[in-house]
T-cell receptor, first 117, second 110 residues
Framework: GAVVSQHPSWVICKSGTSVKIECRSLDFQATTMFWYRQFPKQSLMLMATSNEGSKATYEQGVEKDKFLINHASLTLSTLTVTSAHPEDSSFYIC?????????????FGPGTRLTVL | GENVEQHPSTLSVQEGDSAVIKCTYSDSASNYFPWYKQELGKRPQLIIDIRSNVGEKKDQRIAVTLNKTAKHFSLHITETQPEDSAVYFCAASSGNQFYFGTGTSLTVIP
C-alpha cells in the first residue's frame, strides 16, 4: 500500500513551452501533497505544499505563476511548469501524505526528469 | 522557515564498520524527523523516523537519536554492508512542511 505514481517519468521540451506533471496516490487518499525539485547531487528542495481543494502554499523564492499547482482531488495533484527555460531542467518529485495513516509519514513518487532545450 | 544542516556530505567506511550521520535543525516547532535513503535516479525511501517525544529508536542495524534541547538528531548504521551505499537525507517537519538536509553520500567499501 501507499503507492505514489508520477507521469511522465521523463520529458524533454523546447524552451518557452509548458509542461504538466501529474502526481497520483494510487491506493490511498492524500489530503496533502508536496512538490520538490532536486538538482544533480543536491538535496530535495521543497517548492510547495498543496492541500486538496485549496490553494498551494509556496516556499519563499518559488514563483507561483511559473509553477502552477493544482490539487483537484484526494488522489491527484499536478505541477505545471509554464514557459519553461533550460534552468528549469531538474528532477521533480512529489510526495503524498496518507490521510488514513496520520499526519507524519509521506510517500514519494518516482520523480519526473525535466529537460528543457 | 526551518533550516536543516547535515554532516558529513560524504562518508566512506569499511564493510562491517559503523556509519554516523548528524543533522541539526533550527525550528523548535519541528517534531518529526525522518531519514531517507536515495539511490541514484530513484525516489527517496524512508528507512527510519522519530518523533519528538522519543529520544532514541532502533530498527535492526539502524538507529536514530534525537536531542530536542540541542536540536540535533543522528542516524547510526551498524555492521555496514555494500548495499547500504547511497545518499541519505535527514528531514525535519512540524507537520505541514518537510525540510531536507543537504544529504550524505555513503560509500561502504567491501
Amino acid at each position: 500500500g501507499a503507492v505514489v505514481s508520477q507521469h511522465p517519468s521523463w520529458v524533454i521540451c523546447k524552451s518557452g513551452t509548458s509542461v504538466k506533471i501529474e502526481c497520483r496516490s494510487l491506493d490511498f487518499q492524500a489530503t496533502t501533497m508536496f512538490w520538490y525539485r532536486q538538482f544533480p547531487k543536491q538535496s530535495l528542495m521543497l517548492m510547495a505544499t498543496s492541500n486538496e481543494g485549496s490553494k498551494a502554499t509556496y516556499e519563499q523564492g518559488v514563483e507561483k505563476d511559473k509553477f502552477l499547482i493544482n490539487h483537484a482531488s484526494l488522489t491527484l495533484s499536478t505541477l505545471t511548469v509554464t514557459s519553461a527555460h533550460p534552468e528549469d531542467s531538474s528532477f521533480y518529485i512529489c510526495s503524498a501524505r496518507d490521510r488514513g495513516r496520520g499526519r507524519w509519514e509521506q510517500f514519494f513518487g518516482p520523480g519526473t526528469r525535466l529537460t528543457v532545450l | 522557515g526551518e533550516n536543516v544542516e547535515q554532516h558529513p556530505s560524504t562518508l566512506s567506511v569499511q564493510e562491517g564498520d559503523s556509519a554516523v550521520i548528524k543533522c541539526t535543525y533550527s525550528d523548535s516547532a519541528s517534531n518529526y524527523f525522518p531519514w531517507y535513503k536515495q539511490e541514484l535516479g530513484k525516489r527517496p525511501q524512508l528507512i527510519i523516523d522519530i518523533r519528538s517525544n522519543v529520544g532514541e529508536k532502533k530498527d535492526q542495524r539502524i538507529a536514530v537519536t534525537l536531542n530536542k534541547t540541542a536540536k540535533h538528531f543522528s542516524l547510526h548504521i551498524t555492521e555496514t554492508q555494500p548495499e547500504d551505499s547511497a545518499v541519505y537525507f535527514c528531514a525535519a517537519s512540524s507537520g505541514n512542511q518537510f525540510y531536507f538536509g543537504t544529504g550524505t553520500s555513503l560509500t561502504v567499501i567491501p
